[in-house]
Structures are given as C-alpha cells and as structure tokens.
C-alpha cells in the first residue's frame, strides 16, 4: 500500500485489512458511459433483528462515518507546526511548487500532510491563472510540475491549487482554444483528481462518463492571525472558531480554516486548547486530497440491488464504473442506513468495514481501496519515462502475493483510457504465497490518444471468482513543442491574407541544466523536416512549406502568408500546422490542435455605414445615450465599466464626454485591424486639477505596446483587451498621452501593435490645455504605414522598417466583448482628458479628408 494510504491510515487509526472481493459481471447495459459492465460488490450487513430494505433505502453518506462536517486547513509551511496539528487529528493539503526541494516535501508527508501542486510556468490573466500560457505551455505547467513532484513526494499529489474567473463547470474539462480563461482541460488530461480555490472543489470523475466533474461546494473561515497579539490569545480565538462552526455547520458542509505557524515552545499548548475538536465526533478531519477522493469514490459507485440473506442479514450489491482508479479510492465508501436499522456487523467479501452510529443512522465504511487490492500488491515498471503518440511501449507488471495462501490468477484484464491500450500477460498462473510474478505487456498509443498523465488499470480475476485490481501512469508526451501565432478564432474574409508564425522547439528546461519544466518526450532531439499546413478549401499557404533544422535545444520559428479566396459556411474549419521529420511518412503528433478560422460571409464580409468607409460615430450630445455611439457598422454600445458616463456641456459641437467616464466598446466590424482612421477632439478637463504622476521617457514608452491596463502615461483610445491571449499572438493599436518634464514638451505617441510583440510608433510634441485639439491616427499594414495627424497637419509617421507588418484580428468573426475603448477611467486608469466626435474609418484618410473632419466642428 502506497505510503500516503498509510499515513492516512495511521492517524485516522483505520485497521488495514487486505483481504479480496467477489465479483459478477452486469449487463452492458447497466455500465458506465462507455458500456463495459461494471464492477460488482456483495456488502454484508448483520443486524440486530430482521429488516426489510430496499435499494432506496440505502444511500451514501456525505462523509465517512455519518460525520457531520468537514474540516480542512491551510497556512503553516513548518512541518513541525504541522505535525502537531495532525497528531490531534487535523488534516491539510500544502500546495509546493516543483522547486521545492525533496527534503522539504518528505518532512510534510511525514508530518501527515498531503502534497498538492502550485504549479510553475503559470502566466496569469483576469479570467485563469494559466489564461496568457499558449496550449503546449499550459501542459508545459500543469503536467511537468505534477511529474516533478510526484518524483520527490511518496504519496498521489492529485491535488492543484488554481486562481481566476473561471467557470468551475467548464474551465477544468473544456478543449475549445477559444476560451479565455486558459486550457484547464490540461489538468484534466495529466490525471489530476481535485481542484481547488476559493470556489467548489472541483473533482474529476474519470475519462469514459458524460458528467466528468462533480462540485463541492467550500466555506472559508479566516482570520489574519498577523493581527492577533500572542499565541494563547490565538489558540482560544480558533477554538471559538471551532466550536461556532460545530453550533451553525450544516450538514454535509465543507469549512477550511486558516491557520499559522507557531513556535516550538507553543506547540505544546495547542493540545489543551484545540485538541478536543481533532477527535470531535461530529468532524471529518480531511485534506483537500481527502475531500476529492470521497466525493470521487461516491460518484463512481451506485447501489445496484438490495436483498435479504440468512438469518437477520441483508446484502447490498454495489456497481463502480470499470474504469475507476483504484489509487484514487483514499477514503472509504460511507453507506448510511436508516435510522430505524440497527448494524451488529459488516463485511465485503471478509473484509470487515467499521460500523458508526451517525445523526442519521448507521454508516458502514466500505474500504475500497483496501478490498481491490487485496492479497496481492502490483507494480508497474516501463521500459522509458515516456512515450509518444503514436507509439508502442513494453512494460512490465510485478504481481505480488503478500499472503500466507496461494492464488490463481485465470484472468488479466487491462482498462485504457483514450486511444491508449495495454496488451499482454493473459495465460493464467499460480502465485505460490510471497511469490512474485513479472508479466511482460506493450502499452500502445494511436494517433487520437490524448498527451499527458495516463491513467489505466490492471484487473485480475482469481479462480474463485475475486477481483483485484490497481491502477497505473504512463507519460504521453509531444517530441516536438508547437505553437502558432495567432493562437485562438479569427475572421478571415474573402480576398484577405493573414501571417502565421509558426513555432518550433525541443526544449525540456527553461534554464540550462535546470529542471525539465517543459512537457516534451524524451526522445526529442535534435531533428530536421519541414513545416506545412492542413488547410480547408479556397486557402492556400505562401509558401506551402518551409524545411527546418534543429540542434539540442533550439528553437526556430517560421513565417508564413495564408490566402483566403472565397467564403464558407463551415463551422470548425481549422488552419493547423503539418509538421514531418524527416524519414517518416506521418506528421508527428502535436499539442496544438490548430488555429480556428471564420470564414461565413453573413460573419466576416467587409460592412461600411456608407461609401466613405465610415465604420463608427460618436457625437456624444444625447445625454440619454450614455457613451453609446450614434451609428456604427457593428454594435453601438460604449458601456461603462466601474465608471459612470459623465457629459460636459462644453463640447467641439454641444455635449462632450468628461474624462471621469468609462466607456468600452466591442470592436466586432466596427474596427478594421489591416487599416483605417481614427479621427477625434480632446482636452484637458477643467475639473482635473493634478496630472499623470509617471514621467516618461520616449526612448522607453516607444517599447511599450498598445494595452492600456497601466497607467504608464495616459489612454486617449485604444485597446482594454485582447482577442488574443497569447502574448506573441496579440495585436492591436494605441493612442497614449505623455506629460511635460523637466522643461521638456509633453508628446502623443500612436502604437501599432504586431503579432511577436513587433512595434511600430509615431511621436509628436502635444501641450495638454483646456482647448480642443483635433487628433487623428491612420495605420494601413501592408502599406506599412502609422501616421499621427494634430489639427489636422501630419504631426509624424512611424518607420516603417523593412520587414512585413504582421498584425492579427481585434474581433473572432462575432463580439467579442469589450476590446476597444475611446476613453476609459475603468480599473483605476489614470484619465483627464475630455473626448468629442468621434469617428473611425476601414482605411487611412488623405491629409484633405482629415482636414475636412476637422472643419466639420468650430473648435473652441
């Protein structure tokens, strides 16, 4: 038994009974999702006098032992701190990051803690803590970090700590690469059991069911103990804490408690004051390890059938889906009786399952994961650290009789997952007591097969009729690292090209000799072949296909035109990049599935108010309108964000917007990434009366890209997003503001902002006073051209280079939510700018229509 089981088994004080379990075979029709009938468990129960029971009459209780509530904490690091804690009967789950050293995580296990994953390589966003990682490198975070740690810790680390604004029911599972929130589906695939954060409890049900999650929800009960003055103080504030949590907890509730450190002279305090709630007979000590494996291990398990047997006993029929992962039955199975039942005794094929007096009843722990193992103890061994996709890969199982009597064995059955399967070792044999038999197998992938932590399982059927089971890892991992930018959706219209990049790498580490933080194959290396696409109909690359060569460790990225040339009414269409070493026939598998394009024509054709090319206008004089715009191609909502719409009457033409408003606006067809004109007045507001505290610096600010989510000068318009969330796959254009100082002109600077963080910028002297200015921005890509218009007069233009632009959409082909903003005070964004008329065309004015915008209102 592995040693977490122990650990567990030690402090619950759990006796370890390893005897084995009859099994039958159901219908297919009674079986999980993926119709293989499931596994059959005959429960005794000896009662005190006769009962008649039905199948309705047996349920699960929500905790082991009909427990009321859960408890759970987190906060100390200290090993010693926590295994005082653990000793009194608390539980916790200390979330490491894979650099934490071996010694470090051994002393935690030891101390009783579980050990769950903070992962590394995490690049956060709003919505996900991986929601800026590309595909390869969510996997490169979520499945190295689990491998890391699982190599230096004894027990299962299935638990990850995770952050954002996610959907808990979507986030976790979801494989669309549109999502914003990141590519939780990564955890998913690396054989993670919980997640957790400050939301429901997020826990994986298996890969063969249609529900694949199932949620508990958590209540935080925290103090800071930074503010409570002494140790005495604080142990008795955490037993009232305890003791009204026991007053008000609802049944089944889950309260995860905020603890900290305490010296060593301390510890020994905390048995007096806390120690009765560790053995509280009404508490489920856990960690959140723990609270992951009951929920998994109820889910996974249904009362098939009820029926009485001699004398006052009765037996209950249990069916678990075939593909359930024995390593992950931590916890028993809590059947609860009714309360007018009485249980002298209960058993599971000999093994005897504790009987506890609940609220609500009887419950009968059913150890699971004590009955599948049984007599014997499996191990696997494989010939690599990994394999690929698709692939072949021998390994050898080492079957174990740890009892005092033989066993037959007449049957060997392997449970894959998706698109892999294990084959070998299915003549019977004998194991003679403490005798050892190696099985010689071929784990196998097809191309389908999904990358990460594989789960599967060994089934063994004994002459008898007894079923013994446990379950295995294998690594599925990528030889070659791939990314494309752009990453995510984007509309591709008739008769337009968009740049791909497309980059390649064999990198296993971040750091030269450092730890393999990079999910790649052991078998990457260095390599050579070419690089295409698989496009849909009516595209075609420029070039078709482009050779590479890479050393040990290197990395190449390239660049390539895709054509457009008619529109389709496909949905999922897909540019995906084809990549073939050199020698095979097949391209080698990837993790990244593809870039999704946008092709219909009611979505993506070019739409113009009128023949000008004019897309939006604002004349912000309805007051009733808010900031919304008067016309527009696409939407004409400006909504606020965290900020009211505020109107100055002393406007270019009547009303104004005041700079103390919030307006986000969708940039779906009202905004053309290839080219066009912003045209609009500004000044200062009379009512600010302090400026920008950043002082800028232009051989600094003209590095800085087209987001607006600083305050590193001031936003006149610009982007409040991206379509895009990779960071090499962004685009977008800026229109910043710079202070005056040190006796230096403040300046205006236009970004244009390209795919691989490239920068174009324009600069030109601007005084910000209380009297209108005309500005106006022009960008057209493939003319390689951002020109920054004052009044009306070119006040610059932006080099531009001698390498293609590459910009990238600012819309999916549909709205996209609030991207584009012309004035925005939203999020604490420095702004003290009035705005008026505003307008933005689908291509660059000439120099006479800009002057003409101007004249159109008598500025004041």
């Not at 990779?726 to 300046?747: H, P, V």
């Amino acid at each position: 038994m592995d040693r977490r089981v122990l650990l567990w088994l030690r402090w619950t004080g759990a006796a370890l009974l390893v005897l084995v379990v009859g099994v039958a075979s159901a219908g297919a029709g009674e079986g999980a999702a993926s119709g293989r009938p499931p596994l059959l468990l005959k429960v005794r129960l000896g009662l005190e006098r006769k009962a008649r029971l039905t199948r309705s009459d047996v349920s699960f209780a929500v905790f082991p032992s009909g427990k009321r509530c859960a408890f759970t904490f987190s906060g100390p690091t200290s090993y010693k701190t926590v295994e005082a804690l653990c000793k009194l009967g608390f539980r916790t789950t200390i979330y490491c990051s894979p650099a934490r050293s071996t010694e470090q995580i051994q002393d935690l296990e030891e101390a009783g803690a579980d050990i769950g994953v903070s992962v590394w390589g995490a690049k956060g966003t709003y919505s996900s803590h991986i929601g800026a990682n590309t595909i390869q490198e969510a996997f490169d975070a979520v499945t190295s970090s689990r491998l890391v740690l699982r190599q230096k810790a004894d027990g299962l680390v299935a638990a990850g700590r995770i952050g954002g604004h996610y959907s808990t029911r979507r986030f976790p599972i979801d494989r669309n690469p549109d999502r914003g929130s990141g590519f939780g589906y990564a955890y998913h695939d690396s054989n993670y059991l919980v997640l957790s954060d400050n939301k429901p409890y997020m826990i994986y049900l298996g890969r063969e069911r249609k529900k694949t999650l199932a949620h508990r929800e958590n209540f935080d009960n925290r103090v800071d103990s930074r503010r409570v003055p002494n140790e005495t103080i604080y142990y008795h504030v955490m037993a009232n804490q305890f003791r009204g949590t026991l007053r008000r907890a609802e049944r089944g509730q889950i309260v995860r408690f905020s603890l900290r450190d305490f010296k060593a002279p301390d510890l020994a305090e905390i048995s007096d004051i806390l120690g009765k709630f560790g053995k509280h007979k009404l508490v489920w000590h856990a960690s959140e390890t723990m609270i992951g494996a009951n929920e998994y291990v109820r889910h996974k398990t249904r009362v098939q059938d009820v029926a009485a047997a001699d004398g006052n006993a009765v037996v209950v029929t249990l069916a678990l889906e075939r593909d359930v992962f024995p390593p992950f039955l931590l916890t028993p199975l809590p059947l609860q009786l009714p309360d007018t039942v009485k249980v002298k005794s209960a058993t599971c094929a000999g093994v005897a399952c504790p009987v506890s007096a609940g609220e609500e009843g009887a419950c009968v722990d059913v150890p699971l994961r004590a009955i599948f193992t049984g007599p014997v103890r499996m191990t696997l061994e494989t010939a690599r650290p990994d394999m690929t996709i698709p692939g072949e890969m021998p390994v050898t199982l080492t079957v174990r009789n740890t009892s005092d009597k033989p066993v037959r064995v007449t049957k060997l059955e392997w449970v894959g997952s998706i698109g892999l399967t294990v084959s070998g070792g299915q003549t019977p044999f004998d194991l003679a007591p403490r005798a050892a038999k190696r099985i010689q197998a071929t784990a196998k992938t097809v191309t389908g097969a999904r990358f990460g932590i594989v789960p599967f399982r060994a089934l063994l059927t004994t002459a008898d009729g007894r079923a013994l089971a446990d379950g295995f890892e294998l690594v599925a991992a990528p030889r070659l690292r791939v990314a494309m930018d752009p990453m995510q959706s984007i509309p591709l219209p008739k008769g337009r090209e968009q740049h791909f990049f497309v980059h390649i790498d064999n990198f296993r580490t971040s750091r030269p000799d450092g730890p393999p933080d990079k999910f790649i194959s052991q078998r990457a290396g260095p390599c050579k072949g070419v690089a295409g696409f698989g496009l849909p109909a009516g595209m075609k690359a420029v070039p078709a296909e482009q050779p590479f060569q890479l050393g040990a460790n290197e990395s190449k990225t390239l660049i390539f035109k895709i054509v457009n040339s008619q529109y389709s009414s496909q949905k999922g269409e897909m540019v995906k990049p084809v990549v073939r070493f050199d020698g095979e026939k097949e391209p080698v598998n990837v993790l990244f599935p593809g870039t999704t394009v946008i092709r219909g024509k009611t979505r993506v054709a070019p739409k113009a108010l009128d023949d000008t090319g004019l897309l939006v206008y604002a004349s912000w004089d309805d007051k009733t309108k808010g900031a919304n715009f008067d016309r527009a191609a696409g939407g004409t909502g400006c909504g606020q964000s965290g900020a009211p719409c505020i109107y100055t009457n002393e406007g270019v033409k009547g009303w104004a917007l005041s700079a103390r408003t919030g307006a986000l606006a969708d940039s779906y067809r009202n905004i053309d990434y290839q080219r066009g004109t912003i045209l609009c007045w500004v000044r200062k507001d009379p009512q600010i009366r302090n400026e920008n505290t950043y002082v800028p610096d232009p051989a600094v600010t003209c590095k800085a890209g087209a987001s607006q989510w600083n305050n590193y000068g001031e936003c006149l318009f610009g982007m409040n997003g991206f379509p895009q969330i990779a960071a090499g796959s962004q685009s977008g254009i800026t229109l910043r503001r710079y202070r005056s100082w040190k006796g230096k002109t403040g300046y205006l600077q236009a970004t244009y902002q390209g795919m691989g963080r490239q920068i174009r910028y324009v600069q030109a002297p601007f005084a910000w006073t209380e009297k209108w200015r005309h500005v106006a921005v022009l960008w057209d890509i493939k003319a390689r051209r951002l020109e920054l218009y004052i009044d009306g007069q070119r006040a610059g233009k932006a080099d531009p280079g001698k390498e293609e632009w590459y910009g990238a959409p600012w819309d999916r082909g549909r709205p996209s939510g609030q991207i584009f903003s012309p004035i925005s005070c939203d999020h604490g964004k420095w702004s003290g700018t009035q705005r008026d008329e505003f307008y933005i065309y689908n291509r660059p004015l000439s120099p006479a229509e800009i002057m003409a915008n101007k004249r159109k209102a008598a500025a004041k």
